[in-house]
Structures are given as structure tokens and as C-alpha cells.
């Protein structure tokens, strides 16, 4: 008699905690050998056509370094067509420069649809709103892309003196010189 009553009480109880949000939430799920996260349902369609599956690690956004005045200009347009030539032309159009003082140009893709602000000083631009659209910036290293998602990221554009950028870590991918886009 109380098994009976308790198993009533817990079909009830995970009735309603179901009502109200309290379920089986999505599966983290695997892909083969390395077991590395696979999230693309998630990731705007700009960090869709990055190959972020292949990598260890959860980097939440990718940076390329693109060159200085004309040169880095010049490579904006290369690497837009390259990484985005799966994007129809719109979605392509839609990739806004931010000019500041200085010729260093850097593209910025967030792999997720989160708040992104640029801020040089006290002057912060909100440049994807809940869009998670791609953006490139110009200027003299002194801009600091701030992420915010369940972990607030804040990097600055900075390279050394072999283009490759400075202090990268976790949540930043170095993609100025991947194989995988500049070859295609």
C-alpha cells in the first residue's frame, strides 16, 4: 500500500516538475575519437563555417589578424569570400566594419548569438546585439572585444611581431593563417 502511494506521489511529482521546465534537458553530444563537442544547432551561421567541431576545447570566438592599411583592407574581402562562400550574399553584406584611429584590421566571428561590445576607453559600441553576426575592426590595437555569455570574455586585438595574435587563450581562436580556409 505505501509503494502504491509513493509511486503515485512520484508520477505526480514528475508530472508537474516536468509542467514546469524541470525535464531531461538536451544531450551534450559526441563525435567519435577525442569525444569533441558538437554544438552547430547552436552557433550563429557565421561560426558555421568555421570547422570549430575539430577543435579540443570550447573557443567562443575566432579572430584573424589581417594586415596593416591597403594590405589588411584587401585581406578582409579574401577572407570574407573564402569563410562565408557558403552564406548567401546578404548575410555577407551584413558584416560591418568599425573604423577607429589606425590601420590594423582584424575579423571577429562569434560562435554563439551573445551580446558583443568593442571598447576603446570609455566608449563602448554595442556591435552584435543577440546576433552574433561576423564584424571586422580598424584600428591601432587598443579595442577590447568583450563577449558576454555564461562566461564574460574580454580580448584585446593585439598581434606580435609575426602577425600572430597576442594573448590568446581558451575562448579565442587564432584563425589568420588556417589552412583549411586560406587553401580553398
Known amino acids: 500500500m505505501i509503494k502504491v502511494k509513493l509511486m503515485k506521489f512520484m508520477a505526480v511529482f ?4 516536468s509542467l514546469f521546465g524541470c525535464g531531461k534537458g538536451d544531450p551534450h553530444i559526441l563525435d567519435g575519437p ?3 563537442y558538437v554544438d552547430s544547432d547552436y552557433r550563429t551561421e557565421y561560426a558555421n563555417c568555421l570547422p ?3 577543435l ?5 570566438i575566432a579572430v584573424a589578424y589581417l594586415g596593416n592599411g591597403a594590405e589588411g583592407e ?8 573564402k569563410i562565408f562562400k557558403n552564406l548567401d550574399e546578404d548575410k555577407i553584406s551584413n558584416i560591418k566594419t568599425y573604423q577607429y584611429e589606425g590601420n590594423d584590421w582584424f575579423l ?3 560562435r554563439y548569438i551573445s551580446k558583443t561590445d568593442l571598447k576603446k576607453g570609455d566608449e563602448i559600441i554595442t556591435c552584435a546585439a543577440q546576433t552574433g553576426e561576423a564584424f571586422a575592426v580598424r584600428c591601432n590595437q587598443d579595442i577590447t572585444v568583450n563577449i558576454f555569455e555564461t562566461v564574460d570574455i574580454n580580448y584585446n586585438l593585439s598581434y606580435d611581431e609575426n602577425g600572430k595574435l597576442k594573448n590568446t587563450n581558451e575562448h579565442i581562436w587564432d584563425i589568420t593563417e588556417i589552412d583549411e580556409i586560406l587553401n580553398n
Open 74 to 81: 584587401a585581406n578582409l574581402k579574401i577572407y570574407t569570400e
Open 34 to 36: 577525442g569525444m569533441v
Open 14 to 17: 514528475t508530472m508537474l516538475a
Open 52 to 54: 570549430f567541431d575539430t
Open 108 to 110: 571577429v566571428i562569434p
Open 56 to 60: 579540443e576545447g570550447l573557443p567562443n
